[in-house]
């Protein structure tokens, strides 16, 4: 693609960010590809958004963006793009129809398929395991409120290490685990909708001991470079009363301590034990040393902020949410590029010195230049985190390309790459161009 002179720009340069550092963009594999044949099995998004009411419009990623199909046209945009990296998803459905047991050949041919087209144009394959698509037959036995979620989750990490280990640049367990735990248990909002502080709180607790069970697993294999991905939020009090501080406390210890404490400490913050305690598996402490399985690099998602106050009537937190003043992108999230330096900070000061890779960071946005100005001001704060002594050594943008926003449907549109739902026709968006535009400079590294 030719470089013309009114293309959108980034302020920093590549060389700014060090000599190895890694670029890319991420995905997932519910929410780009489609292609429910060939023995792929059913994941409780399916099942989710086949339920009426529960997502936007009753939209269900049984099409996405035939990512499936078109993949090969998709890694041309990656590596046209200048891109070093992809960040996807496994789907444990299409590798193991039941969850477990027998493998679908031609699922896994698939991503032989994907992984040897990425490798053929030089785009290094980071690979999560887990990004939300429990099969359905493994949720009929309770999903991520039985225990025994660890050894499946194990048994289909092994798969796909002995299957793929060879060629992956890196291997993530899980996305978000909090998400799983409270979007999906507690909010109901997500795949598979409960609303029960039960069911959230063991699944809190098994999506952590699942993926220090799959790390065993993966080593066992002899895999390399092994993470978790997990998103944080810069979390802060209303006011400076004491009642908000205790209140942005719980928040803060719900969103992003329970998973950094338990991978980095190997405990849990007290303040939520004690809220959660009578709903906690029987000897989860026993768990623990799992949990906090050593690691070789931590993945953080980064999005926004949020303010928290103290709220009597609200059971249980005794808090709740309240808007900031801040610009917004179209599901409401604000704009805070400033809190991507304190996160990335307290990683390293809280928690680990190992390398950390902004593993999503984008905007759902229809106008363009708005994303630029975003990825602009992300790019920087992480800058400023590098300088105050952060490891970080990759960027990924969420997301490669206009997709399926879980319980949102296809209206929220993250892509760098516009995606025409009717007709499946990619085109780049101006912010794809400015990552372009920095990234072909690769020279002056
Ligand atoms: C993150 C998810 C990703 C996408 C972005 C917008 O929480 O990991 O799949 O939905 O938000």
Known sequence: MQLEENYPVFSAQRRDFGRD?????????????????????SSIWDTFSATPGNTKNGETGHDACDHYRRWPQD??????????????????????PQGQGAPNQKGL????????????????????????????????????????????????????????????????????????????????????????VRAMTRAMHHVLFAHGTAIDALRAEGAKNLGIVTVLK????????????????????????????????????????????????????????????????????????QTIQFDLSVPLWRSKKVPGPLPKNDLGWEIYPEGLTHVLQRVTREY??????????????????????????????????????SDVRGYFAWSLLDNYEWAE???????????????????PKGSYLAFQRMLARAADV
């Not at 550092?21 to 099995?41: H, K, L, P, S, W």
């Not at 891109?83 to 496994?90: E, G, T």
């Not at 449907?409 to 085109?427: E, K, L, N």
């Open 234 to 305: 810069h979390s802060q009090p209303f006011s400076s009363s004491a009642e908000d501080a205790a209140a942005n406390d719980v928040e803060d210890a719900m969103f992003n301590r329970w998973y950094m404490d338990g991978l980095f400490k190997s405990s849990y913050p007290e303040v939520l034990v004690k809220l959660l305690e009578p709903h906690l598996p029987e000897r989860w402490q026993d768990d623990l040393p799992v949990v906090a399985r050593p690691l070789d690099w931590i993945g953080i998602n980064y999005y926004t902020r």
């Open 75 to 96: 890694l041309d945009l990656i590596k046209d793009g200048g891109f070093d990296a992809y960040r996807f998803s496994f789907s444990w459905p299409r590798s193991l």
């Open 409 to 427: 449907g296809y209206t929220p549109r993250f892509g760098i790459v516009h995606t025409d739902y009717a007709t499946q026709t990619r085109t």
């Open 109 to 196: 041919d698939f991503y032989e398929r994907l992984l040897d087209g990425m490798l053929e144009r030089g785009i290094r394959p980071f690979a999560t395991l887990y990004h939300w698509d429990l099969p359905s037959a493994l949720q009929d036995r309770g999903g991520w409120m039985n225990r025994d979620v660890a050894s499946w989750f194990a048994e289909y990490a092994t798969l796909i290490a002995r299957r793929f280990g060879d060629r992956l640049a890196s291997i993530a367990t899980l996305n978000e685990p909090w998400c799983t735990a409270y979007v999906g248990h507690f909010m109901g909002r997500h795949a598979p909708g409960y609303r029960d």
């Open 352 to 389: 680990t010195k190992l390398p950390i890779y902004v593993t999503e960071n984008g905007i759902t946005e229809t106008d363009d230049t708005r994303r630029v100005d975003f990825y602009d001001r992300h790019l920087q704060a992480l800058l400023a985190a590098q300088r105050a002594g």
């Open 21 to 41: 550092f890694v670029f890319g963009v991420a995905t997932a594999a519910y929410q780009i590809e489609g292609g429910q044949t060939d023995g792929r099995g």
